[in-house]
């Protein structure tokens, strides 16, 4: 297609595979962000695996030591990683408990470089399962070390990522959402030159058909209230605004070097397409399995195996309905937004997600209303005007607009909250 081939090599590739280097035997493994949701189901999955798998070292923000503890007993790994400093006695006496008198305990690495550290530890591969931007530095860690990349925290690509592209080589980023595990393993099935359009599924969350004004009055408890899936607080949120919708759209552009005009977002309830990728000769592949987010990280940890019931797949014997809609912008502006700040590139994408997050906050807080966390993080992305770019942008420049939008979002969040209280 035109402009094809003049554009740099994608990020991903599903016909290239990135070989670190590692001796023969089970693939091992480190796991970021142990304990949340990607973390606990990888897990599962290598304990399922032991002759293809072998966890290493895990990482954690702190907050959950016991499972921590077990985790590390179950897998005997050499490393573990906590963010908080101060959960280390806590960490150090349920690791004792778990392993019994006179077994040796693994290294306990502590503070905010402790997954950074982690990630560039010798192993194959480096599931980043780290919810939000402080996921970038791991990520960067764990490119220069030379380690394959499962990626599963899509903030640090869309924060840095022009700094992700200069360091990844080819085949060595593994997509693990959903959506693009989906679209990697669909454009496998022909040239980059025959792909015509990505198209990006999404659930429509818990307020899929309602109006922008129905969506004022909604609560914390509402937009918490996923139909298909369970995930953290901040990502269900983001589901509800489409917000994560818009995030994997900027993703995808990184990802798979497609321009943002033919990534488009279909809105599909049953999340059973986990998304498409349209070619030039008019085929459409999707990718599909009842929502589960194992065999997206069974691709992610495996490739180019595949990992045998990595997940449950269909009954074809019993009957059932797959819907597709298009998406309600008006309600929903965070995918539009997403796009204009993913051709302003630079620093934006940071900006965009950094006050996103902060509006989240409020909004679980009680401080800010729905519709809020859109409108405020428009303002801040329109203040930030043009964004610091180019091959110059540095971590320390991406630090400093997330710095500046998350102040920026909070004198904002404040001031709605003062004058509700006002009007009140």
Not at 385 to 414: I, K, M, N, Y
Request: net charge negative; charged share 20%.
């Amino acid at each position: 297609m035109e402009g094809m081939s003049e554009s740099p090599a994608p990020l991903a590739d599903p016909h290239l595979v990135f070989d670190p280097g590692t001796a023969d035997g089970p693939r091992e493994i480190v796991v970021l962000g142990s304990t949340g949701s990607i973390g606990t189901q990888a897990i599962d999955l290598v304990l399922r695996n032991p002759d293809r798998f072998r966890v290493t070292g895990l990482s954690a923000a702190g907050g959950r030591v016991g499972l921590l503890a077990e985790q590390a007993r179950r897998l005997r790994v050499g490393t573990v990683a906590v963010a908080r400093e101060d959960v280390v006695p806590a960490l150090r006496e349920a690791l004792r408990e778990e392993y019994g008198a006179g077994e040796p305990l693994p290294e306990v690495l502590a503070g905010p470089d402790a997954a950074t550290q982690l990630a560039a530890s010798p192993c194959h591969t480096v599931l980043n399962g780290i919810t939000g931007s402080i996921g970038l530095a791991p990520t960067l860690a764990a490119l220069e070390a030379g380690r394959t990349l499962a990626l599963a925290n899509k903030e640090s690509l869309i924060v840095g990522g022009p700094l992700v592209k200069a360091l990844a080589k080819p085949g060595q980023i593994i997509p693990v959402d959903s959506e693009h595990a989906a679209l990697f393993q669909a454009l496998a099935a022909g040239t980059r030159a025959d792909v015509r359009k990505l198209v990006v599924t999404a659930s429509g969350g818990p307020f899929r058909g309602r109006t922008k004004a129905e969506l004022a009055d909604v609560t914390p408890k509402d937009a918490l209230a996923h139909p298909t899936w369970a995930m953290g607080p901040v990502i269900t949120v983001n589901s509800a605004t489409l917000v994560n919708k818009g995030l994997e759209v900027i993703e995808a552009h990184l990802l798979y070097d497609i321009p943002f005009d033919r990534i488009e977002v279909v809105v599909h309830p049953q999340s059973y397409v986990h998304s498409m990728v349209e070619f030039t000769d008019g085929s459409t592949l999707a990718q599909a399995t009842p929502p589960d987010m194992r065999g997206p990280i069974a691709i992610g940890l495996g490739w180019p195996e595949r990992v045998p019931d990595a997940a449950p797949a269909f009954d074809w014997t019993k009957a059932s309905t797959w819907e597709f809609f298009p998406l309600d912008t008006e309600a929903f502006p965070s995918v539009g937004l997403a796009r204009h700040v993913g051709e302003l590139a630079g620093t934006a994408p940071a900006v965009f997600n950094a006050a996103n997050e902060e509006c989240v906050d409020a909004f679980l807080a009680g401080t800010l209303p729905f519709n809020g966390i859109m409108e405020t993080v428009t303002r801040v992305v329109a203040e930030h005007g043009t964004p610091r770019t180019g091959t110059s942008l540095t971590v320390a420049d991406v630090l400093e607009a997330e710095t500046w939008a998350r102040a920026r979002a909070r004198e904002l969040t404040a001031s709605t909250q003062t004058t509700a209280e006002a009007r009140a």
